[in-house]
């Protein structure tokens, strides 16, 4: 079964950091665009980083400020993104995507395979 597993979310306080994980079942990462979204309530989703582990290039958004950094194992077929100094203005839904524009990772339209989200809460 092709899928996405996200996994590390949760509640933290402002200024603490987070790890999440994005493992790939049925597939193999390597051939994709590997990206992270989020959702805010009330908001839309908005790409905050992605990874292409083929051509080895690594995108972030503005909103990441140098606090977030994204990497991938192939061996684990995962992708990690590390947060640091967390804010509450952090807490949304994390997804992680796989795509096939490499040129455009966050180009919701080239989107093949999404995780379900996980809950990130940043406590003030």
């Known amino acids: 079964q092709v899928k996405l597993v996200e996994s590390g979310g949760g509640l933290v306080q402002a200024g603490g950091s987070l790890r999440l994980s994005c493992a790939a079942f049925g597939f193999s990462l390597d051939n994709y665009a590997i990206s992270w979204f989020r959702q805010a309530p009330g908001k839309e989703r908005e790409g905050i980083s992605c990874i292409v582990p083929r051509i080895e290039k690594i995108y972030y958004a503005d909103s990441a400020e140098g606090r977030i950094s994204i990497s991938s194992d192939n061996a684990k077929n995962s992708v990690y993104l590390q947060m640091n100094s967390l804010k509450p203005e952090d807490t949304a839904v994390y997804y992680c995507?796989?795509?096939?524009?490499?040129?455009?990772?966050?180009?919701?339209?080239?989107?093949?395979?999404w995780g379900e989200g996980i809950l990130v809460t940043v406590s003030s």
């Open positions: 995507a796989a795509g096939s524009n490499f040129g455009n990772c966050f180009n919701t339209g080239a989107i093949d395979y």
